[in-house]
C-alpha cells in the first residue's frame, strides 16, 4: 500500500513535469499554457490505460463475480488516489494559466473560486472517489467484490479518446476525419463503458446468484447501490453533453457538404 501511493505520488507528477518540458525542446513556439493543457491530456490518457488495463486483467481473472480476488483490486486503488489528487490540482493550474491570459496574473482565492466554480462537477466527481469510493472498496466492502471494483476501473476506457479529442481540438484538427471517427469512439466508448457498466454489473450479480435482474438492488448492501447511482449521475450528464457536441459536428458537416 504505502509503497505503492509512494510510486504514483511521484510517478503522475514527474510525468506531467517531464512532458511539459519535452514539449518546450520539441515545440518552443508553444506557449506554456498550451504545453500545460496537452501534458495533461497525456498523462490523463496513460492513467487510463493502466486502469483500464487493470480492469481487464480483474474481471477476466474473477470467475466467481462476489467471492474472487486479485490484487489489482486492491493495489491500483492506490493509485488512483494520488493521481486524483494530482489532477485537481493539474486542472487548477490549466484554468490558472488560461485565465492568466486575461485577468488572473497571480494565485490568490479568487482564482480558486473561479476555478471550483468552473470545474465543480469535475472536482466533486474527484472527490467522491477519494472520500466515498476509496474506503468502500478498501474497507466497507471487505473482501467481496473484486469483480466490480474491476469493471469500475475498465470505465476509464473512454478517457484517451476523450483526451485526444481535445487534443486535436487544440491543434486546430477538429474538422479533419480523424476528429470525426475519434467523436465516434467517444460516444460508443463513453456509452458502453460509463453507462451499459452499470446493468451490465447487476446482470453479472443476477447471473450469479440466479436472481432476476431486477431483484438484485435489493440483494445487495445499500451503500453499493448509492456508490453506483452517485457514479451513473454524472455520466449521464457528460453523455448529454457529449450526444449535443456530436449533434452540432454532424449538422455543420451536413451544411458544409450541402454549400
Keep these: 500500500m504505502w509503497q505503492t501511493l509512494a510510486i504514483a505520488s511521484v510517478f503522475f507528477p514527474g510525468l506531467f513535469a517531464l512532458s511539459v518540458r519535452s514539449l518546450g525542446w520539441a515545440a518552443p513556439a508553444w506557449s506554456l499554457k498550451d504545453r500545460t493543457q496537452l501534458?495533461?491530456?497525456?498523462?490523463?490518457?496513460?492513467?487510463?490505460?493502466?486502469?483500464?488495463?487493470?480492469?481487464?486483467?480483474?474481471?477476466?481473472?474473477?470467475?466467481?463475480?462476489?467471492?474472487?480476488?486479485?490484487?489489482?483490486?486492491?493495489?491500483?486503488?492506490?493509485?488512483?488516489?494520488?493521481?486524483?489528487?494530482?489532477?485537481?490540482?493539474?486542472?487548477?493550474?490549466?484554468?490558472?494559466?488560461?485565465?492568466k491570459d486575461t485577468s488572473e496574473k497571480q494565485h490568490s482565492l479568487a482564482s480558486v473560486r473561479s476555478f471550483l466554480q468552473k470545474e465543480r462537477l469535475m472536482v466533486t466527481h474527484h472527490l467522491f472517489i477519494l472520500l466515498v469510493l476509496t474506503?468502500?472498496?478498501?474497507?466497507?466492502?471487505?473482501?467481496?467484490?473484486?469483480?466490480?471494483?474491476?469493471?469500475?476501473?475498465?470505465?476509464?476506457?473512454?478517457?484517451?479518446f476523450v483526451s485526444l479529442g481535445k487534443i486535436l481540438m487544440q491543434l486546430q484538427m477538429q474538422d479533419t476525419l480523424l476528429h470525426k471517427v475519434n467523436g465516434i469512439l467517444i460516444l460508443v466508448t463513453f456509452f458502453l463503458c460509463r453507462i451499459l457498466l452499470f446493468p451490465f454489473m447487476y446482470g453479472a450479480y443476477a447471473r450469479q446468484t440466479g436472481l432476476p435482474i431486477y431483484m438484485v438492488p435489493f440483494h445487495i448492501p445499500l451503500h453499493c447501490n448509492v456508490a453506483n447511482a452517485s457514479l451513473i449521475a454524472p455520466q449521464l450528464y457528460w453523455f448529454m453533453l457529449i450526444c449535443r457536441k456530436a449533434v452540432r459536428l454532424y449538422s455543420r458537416s451536413l451544411s458544409d457538404k450541402g454549400r
Excluded at 142 to 157: M, N, R, S
Aim: glycine share 4%; hydrophobic share 45%.
Design 39 to 99: 501534458s495533461s491530456r497525456l498523462v490523463s490518457s496513460i492513467q487510463a490505460t493502466m486502469a483500464t488495463v487493470s480492469g481487464i486483467t480483474i474481471i477476466l481473472n474473477c470467475k466467481d463475480v462476489v467471492h474472487d480476488r486479485h490484487w489489482l483490486a486492491v493495489e491500483y486503488v492506490w493509485v488512483i488516489v494520488p493521481y486524483m489528487i494530482y489532477d485537481i490540482y493539474v486542472m487548477y493550474l490549466c484554468h490558472w494559466r488560461k485565465s
Design 135 to 160: 474506503p468502500i472498496a478498501q474497507h466497507l466492502r471487505g473482501e467481496l467484490g473484486d469483480f466490480f471494483v474491476g469493471c469500475i476501473f475498465v470505465a476509464e476506457l473512454s478517457t484517451p
